[in-house]
């Protein structure tokens, strides 16, 4: 029997070994990697009602997975927050349980952020949509028609929101995110025209440098 | 009595294990396509230390599974790693079994006297692929719940144990949650109680029975250091390999189970897809009674190899024409199943 | 035979000492990471101030038990207040009670009883009652929690 000697072996093993430490560490890096930053949500029990049908019925999922990336979301502000109604509403509608309204207006907005809506208010931008039934309008509304002014004009300018007989928003008018909207409730403007919903945090590009980048009519 | 007390006393404990990790090896056990046996128990072992750290997070409940499985693969700090080795070393573990097992078969080694290992071997065999059966319906992604349906049905078309064996399986008419949870029992209770009974055993037959006889090797060479070394060696290659796989192929979910619905893209896991080729394109009594067939034959192959080696047969070419025969068809039914 | 040989050389020490740290190296890391895939670093708490309600909501009834990330809260309107009183025992931690009729806190392990300023009156509790920072903003009520 030789006594065979095992040197190049043990370090074909020892330096194995450390290639796989190696391996492993990039292992690690890669895990960190990914679970540096999260926001972590609060959501009450309503709101998780919300979420849980909504998401169910893949309804405004958009919606919820922005609102979950959202400042609101980790203070617990979410869904029956800003959209719950009262009685005296004319946009108020019974939903699985809740009285809610569809549009969350600056006056909605004001319950937090007092002192950025009432500016708002005064401010010239809530005006936007003074114009549209003016004179100035004319090659809109009148030349090219009512459905040039409903989808070119009024979406950055903002629509007067009407609501039907039947509760419903009317159509002409809603959707609308025009940042001179005049509301169901009499406040002016729409906050999410510049504060994107439902994330809201970033104030996107303004009006006109969205006119130009969109495929909106050329008026 | 007294002497077995003496004899025992002779030697003490440490000299006996020493003795024993000492014993000899054949120099044949050089060549690479020998050392198959080890690399399965190797990525077993990593199989199962992953296996036993996911039992920390895994839910056997139905819809609370597959969350449970989704919640490892994308939230657990390192579970998709974990996760992933899982998968990687189960998968390589069957194919260097495959390879074992024909480079057993074609050699040999089944040999008079060396029956048991072969018992013991097709055991093992049968285990670990219900192993790989049992664990991959714990996931109950689409795939794990139709596959689970489709082989209790199967098992329950078996003659005289198959009803009663199906429902056990079943825990019931149907699939159920229970059927996820026995499922869940056997794949980390039962067959791997059995597996380390038959590991143990298949080892200790090979250590007593020794290795068959290979032509043109004449030395042998010491288990421990050199043998064990070379294994090291191999250990320690195949983690790397298998840790740099997993971050090249990460692991993956399918869609939730849905019991109403069977998607489109059901299909078994590749060690099983020739036999799903096979009962797919033949009629169904005859596949299943093929099957049931092949498992008789298979297990008791080394009898049959005696009896025809009586009657004049030369078993090497034999063997070597059905080794390469079944490979061939393997590798076609599973291709074949892929391809289309 | 040699296995266990004191006559060992400085070579064979060297590529023993080698294969040894290697392995040290290249297996104990792979049982870190299990380690750690069974113990996730615990994301570090920070405070957050999370709106509870309006002061309408919270003013229509006087003891308001509600669960706010995870903490279990009792809203009580105190002398000096509105009060957000964490439900966790000061003893042993078991959940607290509101007894209306006794006005009293009742901790239903121990008998721990706290009176309607938190403050323990009898049984083990060794301190008050844990609060939690209540900050109004208008008709808002934020309650400020570790989460």
Redesign the interface.
């Known amino acids: 029997m030789q006594t065979k000697d095992f040197n190049l072996m043990k370090y074909f093993i020892g330096a194995l070994s450390l290639i796989l430490f190696i391996a492993l560490t990039i292992v690690g890096y890669v895990e960190v990697k990914a679970s540096k930053d999260e926001i972590r949500p609060y959501i009450s029990a309503n709101n998780k009602k919300c979420i849980d049908c909504h998401v169910k019925k893949g309804i405004g999922e958009g919606q919820v997975n922005d609102w979950k990336h959202s400042r609101h979301a980790e203070k617990g502000i979410g869904c029956i927050e800003c959209h719950k109604a009262e009685e005296k509403d004319i946009d108020a509608y019974k939903h699985e349980g809740f009285l809610i309204a569809t549009i969350v207006s600056p006056k909605d907005c004001s319950k937090c952020h007092e002192d950025a809506s009432k500016e708002f208010q005064e401010s010239h931008h809530a005006q936007a949509a003074k114009f549209i039934g003016s004179m100035d309008n004319v090659l809109g509304s009148i030349v090219e028609g009512p459905a040039a002014a409903t989808s070119g004009c009024r979406q950055c300018h903002g629509s007067e929101v009407k609501v039907l007989a039947n509760g419903k928003l009317d159509p002409d008018t809603w959707p609308n995110t025009g940042m001179g909207r005049i509301n169901p409730d009499g406040s002016k403007g729409s906050c999410s025209a510049c504060h994107a919903r439902h994330s809201f945090s970033i104030a996107c590009l303004p009006c006109k440098a969205q006119f130009f980048y969109s495929s909106g009519t050329t008026a | 009595m007294e002497t077995t007390i003496e004899r025992i006393k002779e030697k003490s404990l440490k000299d006996r294990a020493i003795d024993f990790i000492q014993k000899e090896v054949p120099d044949h056990m050089y060549s690479f396509s020998y050392c198959m046996g080890a690399t399965p128990l190797i990525l077993f072992l990593v199989a199962a230390a992953t296996g036993i750290l996911m039992t920390f997070y895994y839910i056997p409940f139905s819809e609370r599974a597959y969350e449970s499985v989704r919640a490892i693969t994308s939230e657990v700090y390192l579970g998709w790693f974990i996760r992933g080795l899982h998968k990687i070393s189960i998968n390589l573990m069957i194919f260097t079994l495959f390879l074992h097992l024909v480079r057993v078969f074609v050699t040999r080694a089944y040999k008079t006297q060396g029956e048991l290992k072969w018992l013991i071997g097709t055991m093992l065999f049968f285990t670990i692929l219900a192993m790989g059966f049992t664990g991959y319906s714990l996931v109950y992604d689409q795939v794990s719940y139709w596959g689970m349906t489709v082989v209790m049905n199967m098992a329950e078309e078996m003659p005289l144990f198959g009803p009663p064996l199906a429902y056990l399986l079943r825990g019931g008419a149907e699939v159920s949650e229970l059927t996820l949870l026995r499922l869940y029992d056997l794949h980390t209770k039962l067959l791997p109680l059995l597996l380390i009974l038959l590991i143990g055993s298949h080892i200790i037959a090979i250590t007593v029975l020794g290795f068959e006889k290979v032509e043109g090797s004449e030395g042998k060479h010491l288990f421990y250091p050199e043998h064990a070394m070379k294994v090291g060696l191999i250990a320690v290659g195949l983690l790397i390999l298998i840790v740099n796989l997993v971050m090249i192929f990460p692991p993956t979910i399918g869609q939730m189970a849905n019991p109403l619905e069977v998607a489109s893209n059901v299909a078994p896991p590749w060690y099983f897809s020739a036999v799903y080729k096979w009962i797919t394109i033949a009629p169904r009594q005859p596949a299943l009674f093929g099957i049931l067939l092949f498992c008789v034959v298979f297990v008791s192959y080394p009898y049959i190899d005696r009896f025809l080696t009586e009657r004049g047969f030369d078993m090497g070419r034999v063997n070597i024409v059905i080794g390469s025969a079944a490979v061939l068809i393997f590798a076609i039914l599973t291709l074949w199943n892929v391809v289309i | 035979?040699?296995?266990?040989n004191d006559n060992i050389s400085r070579?064979?020490f060297?590529?023993?000492a080698?294969?040894?740290?290697?392995?040290?190296?290249?297996?104990?890391?792979?049982g870190?990471?299990?380690l750690?895939?069974?113990s996730?670093?615990v994301?570090a708490k920070r405070f957050?101030?999370?709106?509870?309600g309006t002061v309408n909501e919270l003013s229509k009834s006087d003891a308001m038990p509600m669960e706010?990330?995870g903490s279990k809260i009792l809203f009580l309107k105190t002398d000096a207040g509105l009060v957000a009183f964490s439900r966790k025992c000061t003893d042993l931690g078991c959940l607290v009670g509101w007894d209306k009729a006794k006005q009293q806190f009742i901790c239903p392990c121990h008998q721990g009883v706290y009176d309607r300023n938190g403050k323990n009156i009898a049984g083990p509790p060794p301190r008050p009652l844990d609060r939690f920072p209540v900050i109004t903003?208008?008709?808002?009520i934020?309650v400020k929690i570790k989460?």
């Open positions: 035979m040699g296995v266990i070579r064979k060297l590529s023993s080698f294969m040894a740290v290697g392995l040290g190296f290249g297996l104990g890391t792979l870190l990471r299990f750690q895939f069974l996730p670093t994301k957050e101030e999370i709106l509870v706010i990330a903003k208008g008709e808002n934020y989460a």
